[in-house]
């Protein structure tokens, strides 16, 4: 039955003329088949389908309705409506502004300094040198570790009485108070660049991998020079990929959270707070869970459209 | 320099490259390296100023951490390890069928795949909060439960994409002489797809084991006290009063062997897998 189903499926020539008994047989033969194909194909999705309305859809429209409620841990089980209340009351809270300011300035910092870097050491390993794999391996561990595991570290490393680092800056930078309020940025950035630049150099490499051997060989004999090489055929191939890397950085720590939590929590006082912060407080630390769902509602609104336009981008390389 | 031949200078330049690459290296695990150190100093050395650069190692940290101290780390480990194995098993049995279907169907199945990929992009704090709430009506806060059903969703579009690449890389006619012999689709996904696709199940097992490893802020917001992984165990040893530093170095660096192992041993499938959506556009 298959089989046959298969054959007719083959033969079936759309140009056929549809008056023919034999072809129009064929055809509810096809409509059969292609119904059959499309039950199939939902029915192989349905798992995911599932887990992403149970999980992610339903969370996020209970989170949307929970944002227009007065949802304190007491009344969490017969919360009141309160309207826009909640996001009035974020949008004029000084320290959500502060927070978003914040947000904004750290990740376009350490995206500027993670795309250098990682182009950089990219440019580095693209090269013959010995004991290459092993480099790679020891410059990708950082990224095998918990962002909050590598922020525990950096606490030890650049800690004001037993910091290593503190230590050693302590010449140039004049004290070894690194997590005050004067360097604490500048610590931050570097962590979370410590930590993420082996992504951007992953993808970099890789790129760099593909970029045509033959050009950059006929630049070479055409009497190009090293930087006009890079700058005129291995950039312009690695750049699409590039700007998927920036833009995917730029999302992530804009919302960066395990980082600041584990390094500072958000401090001193509430210096460094991320808007990740921000929220991670007003639903855990004061149980005021409307209020955090108004924000993170509204930080995602802001990531959405952005977000779908990297999504649209991604698909494309994977068709 | 005239005289020096073209390999002489191409050596050179390797060696100088290398050295390059170490420099760079050394900076960029200077937290690991000192974290390593610390792990096996006593309190004493580790609290001198300046800093002891030579020190007699001992184990005390690691006992404290795990056994001694009352912190009960290797439960923390253990419950990572729980989660990180259910979460994979999930994800796999979500993604793959679906990774089938999006290629070979397309139609619902793009619409599914750009979902799970916003799903990555979107901040992890605004599905956490909401699940709580719920979770706690449910009374699944604090079991291992609630982390498995969350870090599946959390590794899925990882899964999802590494797979899709995998399934297009699969030649059609393999299937097609397989629907010709009257397979149904649960023997084409059985017999003839999850055999060929091993190194992509491999992949996604690995990355997702990663993921679900060092995710935190599900871990943290799901768990209360028997649930507790290795990320969030390792706050406990900060306290208002004393950061225990000795035991907590021992702890992170327990909870990294894992992880670091997996670079070691599957580097190419590592790098395949964290690359997957940037490099193929």
């Known amino acids: 039955m298959q089989h046959a189903r298969w054959c007719a499926l083959q033969a079936f020539d759309p140009t056929g003329t549809p008056e023919s008994p034999k072809n129009s047989e064929v055809l509810f033969e096809m409509q059969d088949l292609s119904r059959h194909r499309r039950r199939v194909s939902i029915l192989l999705l349905m798992p995911l389908i599932l887990w992403l309305l149970a999980f992610s859809l339903v969370p996020m429209l209970y989170g949307a309705w929970l944002s227009l409620h007065h949802a304190r841990l007491a009344t969490l089980h017969r919360p009141s409506w309160v ?111 410590v930590n993420r630049t082996p992504m951007v150099f992953l993808n970099a490499y890789s790129a760099m991998q593909g970029v045509n051997r033959d050009t950059l060989e006929a630049a070479t004999v055409d009497g190009c020079s090293v930087w006009q090489r890079w700058r005129n055929v291995t950039l312009p191939s690695i750049f699409p990929i590039l700007g998927i890397t920036f833009a995917e950085r730029l999302l992530q720590n804009f919302v960066i959270f395990e980082m600041v939590f584990a390094l500072t929590g958000g401090g001193p006082g509430t210096f460094t707070q991320s808007v990740s912060i921000f929220v991670y407080r007003r639903a855990f630390e004061r149980s005021d869970f409307g209020v955090a769902n108004a924000a993170s509602f509204l930080i995602a609104l802001m990531l959405l459209i952005p977000a779908l336009l990297l999504v649209r981008r991604m698909i494309r390389g994977v068709r | 320099m005239i005289n020096m031949t073209k390999s002489t200078r191409r050596r050179i330049g390797a060696g100088l490259t290398a050295l390059t690459v170490l420099i760079v290296i050394l900076v960029f695990l200077i937290g690991i390296i000192t974290n390593i150190r610390t792990s096996f100093m006593t309190p004493a050395d580790i609290s001198v100023s300046p800093p002891k650069w030579i020190f007699e190692p001992t184990m005390v ?26 979460s994979v098993a999930a994800a796999l049995f979500i993604t793959v069928p679906a990774a089938y279907s999006i290629v070979r169907y397309r139609g619902l199945g793009d619409f599914v795949l750009g979902t799970t990929l916003l799903v990555r992009l979107m901040p992890a704090l605004s599905f956490a909060i909401p699940v709580y ?103 406990f040893f900060i306290t208002s009063y004393a950061v225990a530093w000795g035991p907590m170095a021992a702890a992170i660096t327990m909870a990294s062997i894992p992880t670091m192992i997996f670079i070691f041993v599957a580097q190419r499938t590592i790098i395949q897998g964290m690359t997957a959506g940037a490099v193929k556009g």
């Not at chain 2, 690691?62 to 101290?69: M, N, W």
């Not at chain 2, 629907?179 to 996904?189: E, K, R, S």
């Open chain 2, 61 to 86: 940290n690691y006992l404290v951490a795990i056994a001694t101290g009352g912190y009960n780390f290797g439960v923390y480990l253990y419950n990572s390890l729980v989660i990180a194995l259910g």
């Open chain 1, 83 to 193: 309207g826009f209340d909640n996001y009035l009351l974020i949008l004029e809270s000084s320290g959500f502004r502060y927070a978003l300011r914040w947000s904004l300035g750290f990740a376009l910092s350490s995206v500027a300094v993670e795309m250098l870097i990682g182009v950089s050491v990219a440019t580095l390993y693209n090269r013959r040198f010995p004991a290459k794999g092993l480099a790679i391996t020891l410059y990708m561990l950082p990224l095998m570790i918990s962002p909050v595991l590598m922020g525990t570290m950096f606490r030890l490393l650049f800690h004001e009485a037993v910091g290593p680092v503190s230590y050693l800056l302590s010449g140039i930078t004049g004290t070894t108070a690194l997590l005050g309020m004067r360097f604490v940025f500048y610590t931050l950035v570097w962590a979370n660049v």
């Open chain 2, 133 to 235: 709430v719920v979770f706690s009506r449910f009374n699944l806060i604090d079991t291992h439960l609630a982390i498995i059903l969350m870090h599946t969703l959390f590794i899925s579009p990882t899964a999802l994409l590494l797979l899709v690449g995998f399934v297009q890389e699969l030649p059609k006619e393999l299937e097609e002489a397989a629907i010709v012999d009257g397979a149904t689709t649960p023997q084409l996904l059985f017999r003839i797809l999850i055999p060929t696709i091993k190194p992509g199940i491999a992949a996604v097992a690995i990355l997702g084991f990663i993921l679900s490893w060092n995710e935190f802020i599900f871990a943290v917001v799901l768990s209360f006290r028997r649930v507790i992984t290795a990320p969030v165990g390792t706050s």
